[in-house]
């Protein structure tokens, strides 16, 4: 295609996101006892369920409003009241997380509104948390981050409406929060359990709390039941969130943000409670960044464990220079992960010469582009947003990358062009145990390290007409 027809062309071919509810539930299934429902067609919520269950393998539950003709004509309150109320009555849910879709904001329901009305017909519900999510305005990981924002700015404090708590329940928070070890709030985008383990690990480690949000650690990563659960247990307690404005300190960590999407920056505005942001904690700079915050706001060292675990990984890298030292690489996903992978293998000395991502946010290269790291050949890096992957299968032919990094919706041009492909994020619905990768820390890093370096090894020793044992 070409001339004014390709400049007028708008359809996107395999494109490289999810839709915004998919992310809301992601959020909402880090809270304790929450049931998502979303404010659309029964096909929403069985395209998000197969993409969650296919990547965590966990039964995941999320309900609909289960629009129909009809209801688009009329409006979806009375479907919307009906699915809240069957949702209540059958799981007893402590939070239900209410998100819109595409055909619910189209036809211009007033979601806020109609839980407003259903708290006055119905005094004895459990909370209920709205948040607006649009497809056509973002990706899983907008909606992820908007949903974030409305749980702590629909719950934390005691002035924020009828969800935040008596005066008495306040009176309790605040003297859990003096009698306990200083908490620290995390904002995290959307990280594996296995890193949201480490976060709470280390920063018990260093004589705090972290309150975790949304915390999926044991939601979509759990273990065996003795019987059966109708919400899995675990996730961020609604008495946590509310307590949050009274923590030392919040950390984003990842936050490619603008301030009205910033939790951290709500609590601040609102109560005072110091933020600061950071990128993931991926590689030694990023990493040694993270721990020199946690350090100044909890007053205590890094443990020896902990120095450790950086030794060897600056030993691995040495080891590893060989192998990956210009390797070109491709990265994609969302901004978040895209951007940290940028900092980690330009830091073990790769060449990731082309990033994109799904997201139309205009977030990425504006924050790569800060970083200001000096590529490690003369090209510079091409970044893009809003990027689908049939554009980038161009791309990626004419530059040759030697890996491709990134989730699984990439695997048919690795296929297609014999690069190999190493999937982290979010899809990975052909490989196993996505639940359990990790990424931050010394210790992430290093697990990272070993995963690039083996599938380069691999590709060298299959494509070799010897075979060589020794590489």
């Known amino acids: 295609m070409s001339g ?28 304790e006892g929450c049931i998502p429902v979303l404010h659309g067609s029964q096909g929403c919520a069985t395209y998000i369920r197969r993409f969650m269950i296919s990547h965590f393998r966990e039964p995941i539950d999320i309900a609909s409003s289960s629009f129909d003709e009809t209801t688009v004509i009329f409006g979806g309150q009375e479907n919307l009241e009906q699915a809240v109320m069957n949702v209540f009555n059958q799981y007893k849910p402590e939070v239900i997380g209410i998100a819109t879709t595409c055909l619910s904001e189209t036809i211009g329901d007033d979601v806020e509104r109609f839980v407003r009305e259903l708290r006055m017909k119905e005094p004895g519900l459990c909370t209920l948390i ?18 974030v924002f409305s749980i702590v700015s629909h719950l934390a404090g005691a002035d924020v409406g009828s969800d935040a708590g008596s005066e008495n329940e306040q009176n309790d928070l605040e003297e859990q929060a003096e009698s306990s070890l200083p908490a620290l709030n995390f904002f995290l985008p959307m990280v594996t359990p296995a890193d949201i383990r480490w976060i709470r690990k280390v920063t018990a480690a260093m004589k705090g709390e972290a309150l975790i949000l949304p915390d999926i650690s044991d939601t979509l990563d759990g273990g065996l039941w003795n019987e059966y659960n109708a919400i899995p247990p675990g996730g961020t307690s609604v008495d946590h969130v509310r307590s949050m404005h009274l923590s030392e300190a919040s950390m984003e960590l990842g936050a490619l943000l603008p301030d009205d999407w910033r939790p951290g920056y709500w609590l601040q505005k609102h109560y005072g409670t110091p933020t600061l942001s950071c990128g993931l904690p991926v590689g030694i700079d990023g990493t040694d960044h993270f721990f020199k915050i946690l350090s100044e706001i909890l007053g205590s060292s890094v443990p020896q464990e902990i120095l450790e675990e950086r030794n060897r990984l600056c030993d691995a890298y040495a080891d590893a220079h060989k192998y990956l030292y210009g390797k070109k690489v491709v990265i994609y996903g969302d ?45 510079a890096p091409l970044i893009l947003e809003d990027c689908d992957f049939a554009d980038a ?68 020793q299959d494509d070799s007409e010897v075979g060589y044992t020794y590489l």
């Open 4 to 31: 004014a027809a390709a400049e007028n062309y708008q359809a996107a071919g395999n494109p490289c996101r999810q839709c915004m509810p998919l992310g809301a539930s992601w959020a909402f299934k880090g809270i």
């Open 393 to 460: 299968e161009d791309i990626i032919e004419d530059r040759k990358p030697d890996l491709l990094i990134g989730n699984s919706k990439g695997y048919k041009i690795s296929r297609r062009t014999g690069i190999p492909l190493l999937r982290t994020g979010f899809p990975i619905h052909d490989r196993f145990g996505a639940s359990r990768q990790r990424m931050l820390g010394y210790s992430g890093a290093l697990e990272l390290l070993d995963r690039i370096v083996n599938i380069l090894m691999e590709k060298k």
């Open 335 to 379: 901004s978040s992960t895209v951007e940290s992978l940028y900092r980690f293998t330009s830091e073990i000395g790769m060449n990731p010469l082309f990033c994109f991502t799904g997201s139309p946010g205009g977030i990425l290269k504006p924050a790569i582009e800060k970083l200001e790291i000096p590529p490690v050949a003369d090209e």
């Open 130 to 147: 709205p948040v607006s999510t649009p497809s056509y305005q973002g990706t899983q990981e907008e909606g992820f981050h908007r949903t």
